[in-house]
């Protein structure tokens, strides 16, 4: 194999692929970047087995054939070298040598066939969203979920599509966020669970601005397209919660907050709170919401904000992180909170905006 | 606070032995142990001193202590008489200070800095003490004064049985001069083997090593270090009233036998963190990190712990944790002598609702407990801890200092 390439398109391309693979591994070849060379263009691929990312770059190809690159090394001597051509070939001991001026590497790569395919993903479920749409569906989704490893389910993202629709659910057993998303097509309905770090690696490579991505669902893998390139991952196994349950469809209070001025003063009482298990008060009375958290190491922090409120007064704990976090990625100037009692789950909504939904069960109060 | 203190130790002898010996006089004079019955892989808890002659002594397996001394009367140990008698020792005690520490079954810390005055000082409050106890329990212990609790530690531990030593401040330096360091209240054999490895084995050197030296190898604990080498140790007396919050709650359970058989690990693990779970909501905690501690047959013991994202306090939730550790990090490739659970990162009155847990879980486990608290622990428990026996309500002289203190209330 032998190409000529520009280095910013060949680093770019090899940083975007390079993602997928697994900083600590124990199998050498998952180290590797494959570079697959055909008519005028490569092919670089990364995979850690979990996610794989492929991509396409220009290039001028004198020979087509494949080779492997340690990722990490070859990423490094890109980053470095001057924004010229940059020339590629493998010999039959698999030494791959990079010139690029009067640069002129030698690096050891592994034989290619080595490298594992990237599954085939046999198109059962197939949907296409516009860029904007699937990046704000994670922005406000994948916080949520959660980092426990020994629940694996709940490490990934509920991805459903149905009537034509999409929606994305998830949840790390103390918050649930649900936000539903226009299709600019779709066909067929299925539930998949996508693993968190599959969806940000995708609002990574989503592009802002016009353009749909091309998702395709099969029993065991998901695959995105955007543009060139290629994400694919293993579904998580499994029978998420069913969350429709546990978003109440009931309130007998409702408040409608400023967003911005409810996130400045939860950012602030959590300087007191998380020396105390991130617990703060939440009370309302009349037209005030006042945030209140208390440290015995700290002191106290007492923050007002004022509100419009429909139903009686009300007093209940959050954990402030789970305040802020959702209020960190709801854009409109006012939510909606709707209560019940201050044990029962608290439903947030950006305002006018029915298709997400945030429900958070307080700690108590004792 | 620091200078000019006149701390107490109170220390009985032979605690447990004493008292079987004086409920049962047939048993003075001979060597007596309190432990588990012979065969067994039990323990020696306490030996008499004259078990002590023949080279018994606490923690010694009870088949050891026989083949030492074959005469030896094994008695099996009777908590709530024990915790009793140590009741009635402290409230002794507690007639000359209020700032009273109770620091295990049988010893207790005393501040008598501003009520020695009252009593005649404090040498006479000592021998009071003795004589009380003597009277009134028959029993005997030894009595350290210092000006800190590191000395009077030292001190009741220079004269057994019945003794009485006062360390005088001017007393230190000579003192410490050729004190081996495993002496000092404080340094167990990990430490002084330690300081032992750096080329200090006294507690004069200790002292004399320069503070950095001992913040290089120990963190912030060389600072204690080397306070302790010069004699100085400012930690108060804390009474009970004063007790900082629990840090942890944990139970270790040795084996009949070493085993490396998963069912049988398992079972211990469950049973051990139904009652961690049992003490944590008793006294409203709630922890996130679970540690799980091993102990080989070659006595070679270590923890590992994990972190959760929760405060938890289900004892079942704690064995789940607990297993995949011993799952995933510990193995079972050697035999286990012993295994504990331990939660702590502990928090009170925070507990964050779950979105998923049934509201009908909470309810069991209140209706669970208030069942158990009635007729004892285990009364109702898992099928697949059927084999446990209920235990009852005796209270436990291992429970901690702290439980003990709240009692005397």
């Known amino acids: 194999m032998k190409v000529i390439c520009a280095r910013k398109d060949l680093y770019e391309g090899v940083q975007t692929a390079g993602r997928a693979v697994s900083p600590r591994t124990s199998l050498p070849i998952l180290g590797h970047l494959l570079i697959t060379a055909e008519e005028d263009k490569i092919r670089i691929a990364a995979t850690d087995l979990e996610i794989g990312m492929e991509c396409i770059v220009d290039a001028k190809v004198e020979e087509p054939g494949n080779m492997t690159v340690p990722a990490r090394t070859v990423t490094e001597i890109l980053a470095a070298l001057p924004d010229t051509d940059v020339a590629l070939s493998v010999d039959d001991t698999n030494t791959v040598s990079l010139k690029c001026g009067t640069s002129d590497y030698s690096i050891l790569g592994l034989p290619a066939d080595e490298f594992p395919m990237l599954p085939e993903v046999r198109e059962e479920v197939s949907v296409v969203v516009e860029h904007d749409a699937i990046r704000e569906a994670i922005k406000r989704t994948a916080f949520a979920i959660s980092q426990d490893e020994s629940r694996a389910i709940l490490t990934g993202i509920l991805t459903q599509v149905i009537d034509g629709g999409l929606k994305l659910v998830s949840t790390d057993g103390h918050r649930l966020c649900l936000q539903e998303c226009a299709v600019v097509e779709s066909h067929g309905a299925v539930n998949a669970i996508v693993p968190g770090r599959a969806l940000n690696e995708l609002s990574r490579i989503v592009p802002e601005g016009q353009g749909t991505v091309e998702v395709k669902i099969a029993p065991s893998q998901i695959m995105f397209r955007v543009g060139e390139t290629i994400l694919i991952s293993r579904l998580i196994e499994g029978q998420f919660p069913n969350y429709d349950k546990v978003i109440p469809k009931e309130h007998t209070k409702k408040l409608t907050v400023p967003t911005e001025q409810l996130l400045q003063s939860v950012k602030r009482a959590e300087i007191v709170a998380r020396e105390n298990s991130h617990r703060t008060i939440v009370s309302v009375q009349d037209g005030t919401l006042t945030v209140t958290a208390e440290s015995g190491n700290v002191g106290r922090a007492h923050e007002e904000v004022e509100v419009i409120k429909e139903g009686e007064d009300i007093r209940m704990a959050f954990n402030a992180r789970y305040l802020m976090d959702v209020l960190n990625v709801i854009d409109t100037e006012a939510i909606e909170v709707e209560l019940s009692g201050e044990v029962s789950p608290a439903v947030i909504r950006p305002q006018g905006q029915e298709e997400y939904t945030y429900v958070l069960m307080p700690m108590q109060v004792e | ?409």
Not at chain 2, 90 to 95: A, E, K, L, N
Not at chain 2, 98 to 109: R, T
Request: glycine share 8%.
């Open chain 2, 1 to 409: 606070m620091k200078k000019d203190r006149t701390i107490l130790l109170v220390d009985m002898n032979s605690f447990f032995a004493s008292i079987e010996q004086q409920c049962d006089p047939r048993l003075k004079g001979k060597p007596v142990a309190v432990g588990g019955p012979a065969g067994s892989r039990a323990v020696v808890s306490t030996a008499s001193y004259e078990a002590r002659q023949f080279g018994v002594h606490s923690a010694m397996p009870v088949m050891e202590a026989l083949t030492r001394c074959p005469e030896l009367v094994l008695v099996h140990g009777d908590l709530r008489k024990y915790v009793d008698i140590s009741r009635r020792v402290f409230r002794i005690c507690g007639d000359y200070t209020d700032l009273l520490e109770i620091y295990s079954v049988d010893e207790c810390f005393m501040d008598v800095t501003h009520t020695q005055t009252l009593f005649g000082g404090s040498w006479n409050i000592a021998l009071d003490i003795k004589r009380r106890i003597f009277s009134e329990l028959g029993l005997t212990c030894s009595i350290g004064i210092g000006p800190n609790k590191v000395l009077a530690k030292l001190a009741a531990g220079m004269r057994k049985p019945d003794g009485l030593v006062e360390i005088r401040p001017e007393e230190v330096r000579d003192l410490l001069e050729n004190l081996p360091v495993e002496k000092l209240h404080g340094i167990g054999d990990k430490v002084a083997a330690r300081l032992r490895n750096m080329g200090i084995s006294t507690a004069g050197a200790l002292g004399r090593t320069p503070r950095d030296r001992l913040k290089r190898h120990f963190g912030v604990y060389g600072e204690v270090l080397h306070a302790m080498g010069n004699g100085d140790c400012d930690t108060p007396v804390v009474p009970y009233y004063d007790q900082q919050d629990i840090k942890s709650v944990g139970h270790s359970h040795t084996l009949a036998q070493n085993t490396r058989d998963w069912g049988m690990l398992s079972h211990h693990l469950l049973r051990l963190s139904e009652m961690v779970g049992r003490r944590l909501r008793e006294q409203g905690f709630a922890g996130r990190t679970v540690s799980l501690t091993v102990r080989y047959a070659d006595m070679h013991t270590f923890s590992r712990r994990q972190s959760l994202n929760e405060h938890i306090d289900d004892g079942y939730a704690i064995y789940q944790v607990a297993l995949s550790i011993l799952r995933e990090q510990v193995g079972n490739k050697h035999a286990i002598r012993l295994v504990g659970v331990c939660v702590s990162n502990l928090a009170k009155g925070f507990r964050q609702l779950g979105l998923f847990s049934d509201v009908k879980d909470r309810t069991l486990l209140n209706t669970l407990d208030a069942i158990n608290n009635r007729y004892g622990e285990f009364t109702i428990r898992r099928a697949s801890l059927l084999e446990t026996k209920p235990r009852g309500k005796a209270p436990s002289c291992f429970a901690g200092a702290r439980t003990q203190q709240a009692s005397l209330d």
